[in-house]
């Protein structure tokens, strides 16, 4: 037990609690309390969520986990897991980030609600998502973060296949099963280091596994196959449109916001500390693959014709820049995939809120017929307007400093100035981020500025609504605050990020 | 020479033998329209029978039926054998087969209100079926090991077939053939090794084979091990014995397909865990190899044949062929120690995993078939088609149902399930064998797609009103809300109750009581696996040694 404790403690129970009592209510009045007390729930665990932010110590020794507050109690002796749980500087903005999505999208499902199923089950899925999530950043045992990466899977599936649009049925297949085979993937990869070396990512990242150069190879190919499908990268990625662009809005915004991030967080808080050796063997086919990424991300981008299956796309291309600088080993580059991971979920998040309501509004997601947008609906086009000029990295907003620092990171990485790999990861991925800011921008032409088609000149004017507003406006204000001061979340970061490269390269 | 009897050690089988007779004489003198309390009354017999095992098992470990010391053929110390064990192994696993049996009785109810079946002849085979799974713990030389699995199947065949319509005659002619083909496979094996070894007692063939000269009578033991194991394979219904599963269970009444699918293939898995380990020898690599082919075979086969089923039953029967897969995984690891003479504590962990992975499945499994049971009360498995809707209709049930299957599926809220598959990729890690841990990763997902299926159907909105657009053929529009919360869907839900199921004929309270207890023993023992894996380390520990 370290700090205060507790507050780890709450922070899983209160959703877990509350989805146990949405499930169990008797009764159709559940369904008329449910998203007031699911939005109570989500509210309050995100203000303890900020309350883990507090109590930080000063800097100690150069240990890679060096959590603020932490749980530590034996669970299962036969397995040697414990149930330990803790923050540091790398998991502590995306729990906050977890706990803040989940309270807008609760916010958000007040007024506008998908049709689906009923309404409790959606605030009770929502919830136990919530837990799941939070259980996998703050798991410092390789079991516990096994076992809460596997608690997301089912009721994401149920979100996509209860609430979700024609297609559904088939996407959240093709969710559930390509992301259990990720996860079956991690289990092999989490035993392969934890009968070497335990379950305790505290001491693991201490002392190491005690595997040899070849074993470390074979366990980190493992983990990183089962990372790369959560995470997505190219080509582990197909799953991820279908499931995008059939989800409800809320299953949107949850699965880019946050759920991607659990695979890079993998990379960060497991494979690369646990597995130096691993690591640096394989990180240059890991930078291969993430330019790869970026790259199939942004043409794949250029000929979607549908509004969330290229804020989908595009989401390949990003997490494939986070991936890449995870890929690099240095302080640069993992500092910003932590930026990047952060930052992708605030812009994506809200790209996603904006897409589906823009789906909602006019019953279509095409890019043609949503053209003229701009001149019927000014707010709305104009949000959408800046949240895709952060997504594309404009300096000054959120998405900016992940991109430019992993392709500053992966440059560094070449020495001498001669052409190696490196180099031509870093030259491709800015040629990818260029490619971003061209199919946002061809989006922006067609959608902000074009003649308003008959879909659009249809439905009149739709102003944004308070309750909109009310989701929206945190995560717009984030993307100003995060472009304008990355050292919110690079602060904290820092030495952890310090102590991982310390890791990998002695 | 005079034998000295432990009577204690056989007390289980006493009071399992008593329960069946006093059963048989109840049925007597009970009036014929008052046919709940023979279930009563075995049940109670069970229950006390499950007492006298642990009793019986847990005091200082006894043995019985014992030869007198003597030296192997090739000299060494002298070895005592017994025929017939009791220790803390047939303490856990009696328990084992006597909640279960217990289960099925409790689950047997509408079947027997329903006349369907003759009470008292169906309560008596089942306890005497019970009566062979208690000998088999015990057994500890190749013929009673045999003949209790005989006595654990032979009243099977009949039990499968009592309902006597034309699906019950197929299904029990088709366990029938096969249980004897396979049956004279293990008995030609055991036959083999008593040609070469001279010994049916399996310390003393364990010995024997471990340090014999075998010279060139070594590849006919190998082939004698192999064949018993090929042989037993049958009772866990894997391949290459894995075809009956899916006729003989969905012709089956519902209650004996959740005892041949828990308890039966219980006692197979004892039965193969007590040859492999004894069978122990040089170069019986080559055989744990196979069982790992058959293991991986088993799996993927039963994934692939549930996958486009379309009755219920079959569905659960071909995924407990691909569960035996699972179960049989872990004893792939012997090849790693095999080669090395088998040292004993080397040769646990892969044991135990196998027994833990079982336990873990019989009591997801039996929480599945209580499950359909429930709804199904006395009549056959029924489509999945009929299952379709069930969260809105019985909220309770179907979250129960979707808990197991997530539990046979192996992910949470399953836990059960997902640390079944914790313990079995790790044995199969710890002892070197990653190629298996990939295929039972890879059969994971496989398994997943039909469980998902099943899982989509009973909480399908069916047309409701979604945002409605054609979906593709050949899907019907699927909604689950979520395996984790038993809501019925908000009121919007107009569409006509499929006229399947008379509410009134399915709620049955022993039925109803055995899908909580399951259910809530499953939850637990999910938050608490650590119990589930001390009891089955326990047991291979004493069954190794």
């Known amino acids: 037990m370290i700090g205060s404790w507790w507050l780890i403690v709450a922070v899983l129970a209160l959703p877990a609690a509350g989805a146990l009592v949405l499930a169990v209510l008797p009764g159709r009045s559940a369904n008329r309390i449910a998203p007031a007390l699911g939005t109570v729930v989500a509210g309050v665990t995100f203000l303890v969520s900020l309350g883990l932010l507090t109590g930080r110590h000063g800097p100690r020794g150069g240990r890679v986990v060096d959590p603020w507050h932490a749980v530590d109690v034996p669970w299962i002796p036969p397995l040697g897991v414990r149930l330990s749980l803790g923050v540091d500087g790398i998991s502590a903005p995306l729990v906050v980030l977890t706990a803040l999505l989940t309270l807008l999208c609760a916010v958000y499902t007040l007024w506008t609600r998908p049709a689906g199923g009923s309404v409790r089950a959606l605030y009770a899925l929502m919830l136990v998502i919530e837990v799941g999530i939070l259980g996998t950043f703050l798991a410092l045992d390789l079991v516990v973060f096994f076992v809460a990466f596997e608690i997301t899977l089912l009721p994401m599936y149920a979100l996509i296949a209860g609430w979700g649009g024609p297609g559904r049925r088939h996407a959240a297949t093709k969710f559930v099963l390509y992301t259990l085979a990720g996860s079956v993937l991690l289990l092999v990869g989490v035993l392969l280091i934890a009968l070497a070396g ?235 981020a260029a490619l971003a800011a061209a199919y946002f921008l061809r989006m922006l032409r067609i959608v902000v500025n074009g003649e308003p088609g008959e879909v659009v000149t249809s439905r009149g004017p739709l102003p944004v609504r308070p309750g909109e507003w009310l989701a929206w406006g945190p995560l717009a204000a984030l993307t100003l605050v995060l472009g304008l001061l990355p050292a919110l979340v690079l602060e904290l970061g820092l030495r952890p990020v310090q102590a991982i490269v310390a890791a990998v390269s002695s | 020479m005079a034998q000295n009897i432990d009577h204690v050690a056989l007390a289980p089988l006493y009071a399992a033998a008593a329960t069946a007779i006093l059963v048989l004489l109840a049925d007597l003198l009970a009036a014929p329209g008052r046919r709940g309390w023979l279930l009563g009354v075995a049940g109670l017999g069970v229950a006390v029978t499950g007492a006298v095992a642990v009793w019986a098992g847990t005091g200082p470990a006894r043995a019985t039926f014992c030869i007198p010391p003597r030296p192997l053929a090739s000299g060494g110390d002298p070895i005592t054998a017994c025929s017939f064990a009791a220790d803390d192994s047939t303490a856990v696993l009696g328990a084992a087969f006597c909640v279960l049996t217990l289960a099925v009785l409790a689950l047997s109810a509408p079947l027997v209100r329903s006349a369907s079946v003759p009470a008292g002849e169906y309560t008596f085979l089942l306890l005497s079926s019970l009566f062979g799974a208690l000998a088999l713990t015990g057994a500890r030389d190749l013929i009673t090991l045999i003949v209790a699995l005989e006595t654990l199947s032979l009243p099977l065949y009949i039990l499968v077939g009592l309902r006597r319509t034309a699906a019950g005659a197929s299904a029990a002619l088709t366990y029938l053939l096969i249980s004897v083909v396979s049956t004279s496979v293990t008995l030609l094996g055991a036959a083999l090794l008593y040609a070469v070894t001279g010994e049916v007692h399996l310390r003393r063939l364990a010995a024997a084979l471990s340090t014999l000269d075998l010279g060139p009578a070594a590849p006919l033991a190998a082939a004698g091990v192999g064949l018993v194991l090929v042989g037993l394979v049958f009772k866990v219904a894997a391949v290459p014995f894995h075809a009956w599963a899916g006729g003989v269970y969905d012709g089956a009444p519902l209650p004996v397909a959740a005892y041949l699918s828990t308890a039966s293939k219980l006692g197979g898995v ?101 499950a359909v049971i429930t709804v199904r009360g006395a009549r056959d498995g029924g489509t999945l088609e009929e299952l379709r809707g069930l969260g809105r209709r019985r909220p309770w049930v179907a979250a129960a149902l979707a808990l197991a299957l997530a539990g046979l599926a192996g992910l949470p809220p399953g836990l059960a399930g997902l640390f079944a598959k914790v313990v079995v990729i790790k044995s199969l890690v710890d002892s070197d064998v990653l190629w298996l841990a990939l295929v039972v990763a890879a059969n994971a997902v496989l398994g997943l797609a039909y469980y998902v299926r099943l899982g989509a159907a009973l909480y399908d909105r069916g047309g409701g009103p979604a945002p409605v657009s054609p979906a593709p053929a050949g899907a019907p529009s699927g909604a689950v809300p979520g395996a984790s919360s038993a809501s019925g869907p908000e009121g919007a839900v107009l569409v006509a109750e499929a006229p399947v199921v008379t509410e009134t004929e399915a709620r049955s309270w022993p039925v109803l009581v055995t899908l909580g207890v399951a259910s809530v023993a499953a939850v637990v023992l999910g938050f608490l696996p650590q119990y589930v894996l001390w009891a089955a380390d326990a047991a291979a520990r004493l069954l190794v040694g």
């Open chain 2, 270 to 370: 004892v039965a193969i865990a007590l040859v492999a380990v004894n069978g122990l020898m040089e170069g019986s690599a080559i055989w744990a190899s196979v069982l790992g082919a058959l293991a991986a075979l088993t799996m993927t086969i039963g994934n692939l044949l549930a996958l486009r089923q379309t009755r219920t039953v079959r569905l659960l029967a071909w995924s407990s062929v691909a569960q035996a897969g699972y179960v049989l995984a872990p004893l792939a690891g012997f090849a790693a120690v095999g080669s090395g003479g088998g040292d004993v504590s080397d040769v646990a962990g892969p044991l135990g995993a196998t027994l833990a992975y079982a336990g873990f499945y019989v009591l997801v499994e039996l929480a599945a078939f209580a």
């Open chain 1, 198 to 432: 335990g379950t305790d990512l505290r001491a693991l990242s201490l002392h190491g596994t005690g595997l040899g150069r070849s074993s470390q190879i074979t366990a980190f190919v493992v983990l990183a196959l089962a990372f790369a499908v959560k995470s997505p990268l190219w080509p582990l990625h197909t799953w991820l449109p279908d499931a995008h662009t059939e989800a409800p809005t809320v299953g949107s915004v949850l699965l880019a916001g946050v759920l991607l991030k659990m695979g890079t967080y993998g990379f960060i808080r497991i494979a690369v500390p646990v597995l130096p050796e691993g690591a640096r063997a394989v990180s240059p086919y890991l930078a291969g693959f993430a330019t790869a990424a970026i790259l199939v991300g942004a043409f794949c981008c250029f000929t979607q014709v549908e509004i969330k299956r290229l804020v989908a796309y595009s989401s390949v291309g990003h997490m494939g820049f986070v991936l890449l600088g995870v890929a690099t080993l240095t302080a640069t580059g993992i500092q910003a995939a932590l930026i990047g991971n952060i930052a992708h979920g605030i812009v994506t998040g809200l790209l996603f809120f904006l897409a589906g309501a823009i789906k909602d509004r006019y019953g279509t997601g095409l890019l043609t017929q949503l053209s003229g947008l701009g001149r019927r609906a000014p707010v709305l086009a104009g949000l959408l307007g800046f949240i895709a000029v952060a997504s594309l990295g404009l300096p000054g907003l959120a998405g900016f400093w992940g991109e430019l620092f992993a392709i500053v990171a992966a440059w560094q990485r070449s020495e001498g100035g001669t052409v190696t790999l490196w180099v031509v990861c870093a030259a491709l991925a800015a040629v990818g």
